[in-house]
């Protein structure tokens, strides 16, 4: 089955520092999907990216879809201490609803 | 507009027992998910339904596991024997259609004891 690989686990950053997830596959995806849980919460929906090359901002954070469409980021400039949580990307499986999730990028921000 | 509402938040309780947890998704969502959530898999997906049918059931882990959607504003995910290694977050998700976002409940947090 669909598999999406997502580095790193861990990031520990200052408050300010920039901070960068991504999540790679072996095959091309229709579509990523990126979602953040903050701790002891649920997933909450950030965006979706479709087409090959895309780029989205979200006032601080950037979300990026390769060319080839197998990898994605999501990039976030100048953490604060509300950017604090897990960042997971997620993939449709086939022509499925199915959604595949990453590992997840914990992310946790010194003030 | 009311989210994916789940319960209970939390249940305690002790191997052997049976565990029912609650969805209730958002009116008008079409698909309807159930997933469970530990440090060690992460988000896994259990099963998934559209249109009250099951499409999906291959991460259900086993017999013990089972699910139903008898309409379309009800699920529930039962546990029968419960058993330690069930403790985990347990979310339903609903979505609208397609590839379109899933809405995520605040879960059910459960400790087999």
């Known amino acids: 089955g669909q598999q999406v690989m997502q580095i790193p686990q861990y990031q520990h950053v200052q408050e300010g520092e920039d901070f960068t997830t991504y999540c790679n596959s072996s095959?091309?995806?229709?579509?990523i999907q990126w979602y953040k849980q903050r701790p002891g919460g649920h997933p909450v929906f950030l965006i979706q990216?479709?087409?090959?090359?895309e780029v989205k901002k979200q006032k601080r954070l950037t979300f990026q879809f390769g060319e080839a469409k197998k990898n994605s980021s999501l990039h976030i400039t100048a953490t604060q201490t509300t950017d604090v949580g897990t960042y997971f990307c997620?993939?449709?499986?086939?022509?499925?609803?199915?959604?595949?999730f990453g590992k997840g990028t914990k992310l946790t921000v010194n003030p | 507009d009311a989210g994916v509402i789940q319960s209970p938040r939390h249940e305690v309780t002790e191997m052997g027992q049976e565990v029912t947890l609650r969805c209730k998704p958002i009116?008008?969502?079409?698909?309807l998910f159930w997933y469970r959530q530990t440090m060690m898999r992460g988000l896994e997906l259990l099963i998934y339904?559209?249109?009250?049918?099951?499409?999906?059931d291959s991460g259900m882990p086993e017999d013990r596991f089972s699910a139903k959607m008898p309409n379309a504003s009800f699920s529930t995910l039962k546990i029968q024997p419960s058993e330690p290694r069930d403790s985990a977050v347990y979310f339903c998700?609903?979505?609208?259609?397609?590839?379109?976002?899933?809405?995520f409940g605040d879960g059910t947090r459960l400790s087999i004891l």
């Open positions: 997620a993939v449709t499986q086939g022509g499925s609803e199915k959604l595949v």
């Open positions: 095959t091309t995806l229709s579509n």
């Open positions: 990216l479709v087409k090959s090359g």
């Open positions: 009116s008008g969502h079409n698909s």
């Open positions: 339904f559209n249109n009250n049918v099951p499409i999906d």
């Open positions: 998700a609903s979505q609208s259609g397609g590839s379109q976002p899933q809405h």
